[in-house]
């Protein structure tokens, strides 16, 4: 395990010596991809596909350059550490973020109209900064969804539903993701349907590419 760790640590620097969205970079970060997806954590949640892609997303802009969070420092601790830490904290995200869809809403603060009378619910979300640009392993899988050349994404819906396909629901929940009581407010379906369909016929036509490009 330690001469795995430091053959991930040996490729995290040689990746970060070349610039951002430079060939050289996007292949060793996929490699390094490779190597780390099996050795993470697993859990049997309906939403652990979403927080992985997540974690994913976080390595590729944080790994070298920081760009949303902490760059990657190797004295506390290996990168399969790193990536776990971030993995559980988004898991444990879309738990309460289902706890929370499940109950009535609570405003966490409120700020008095001008008008005087009635209080407005201040979202902090409202005010947190635009999502940076998607790093090329992103690119590519926007690219491959809405190019789907055969129409297999197209083609593949909920029954009855057309407009509501793998093509529509892979754009909307890759990063910032559309959360899934915002998509089943606008197609009028369940949260459970809609995340079924999602896992069961989305997540591996997109999990296949993703395999054929090396990128996972």
């Not at 991809?33 to 954590?41: K, S, V």
Request: charged share 20%.
């Amino acid at each position: 395990m330690v001469q795995f760790d430091e053959q991930l640590r040996c490729l995290v620097t040689e990746a970060c010596g070349h610039p951002i969205g430079s060939p050289q970079r996007q292949k060793l970060l996929t490699q390094i991809i490779r190597l780390t997806a099996r050795r993470l954590w697993r859990e049997n949640a309906p939403y652990y596909q979403d927080a992985l892609q997540q974690t994913w997303l976080y390595f590729c802009r944080n790994v070298c350059d920081g760009l949303t969070g902490q760059t990657y420092d190797p004295t506390y601790g290996s990168i399969i550490t790193w990536l776990n830490a971030y993995l559980k904290r988004r898991l444990q995200d879309f738990y309460l973020n289902q706890n929370r869809e499940q109950a009535i809403t609570v405003p966490i603060r409120t700020r008095q109209s001008t008008s005087g009378g009635t209080s407005e619910i201040i979202n902090p979300v409202d005010n947190l900064p635009a999502t940076p640009q998607a790093p090329p392993i992103l690119e590519e899988l926007e690219i491959w969804t809405k190019t789907d050349s055969e129409g297999e994404l197209r083609g593949t819906y909920i029954k009855g539903h057309p407009d509501v396909n793998c093509q529509v629901l892979i754009l909307k929940r890759l990063p910032p993701e559309v959360s899934w009581r915002e998509l089943s407010e606008e197609f009028g379906l369940s949260i459970p349907t809609l995340s079924s369909f999602y896992q069961r016929q989305c997540l591996p036509r997109l999990r296949k590419f993703a395999e054929l490009e090396g990128l996972l």
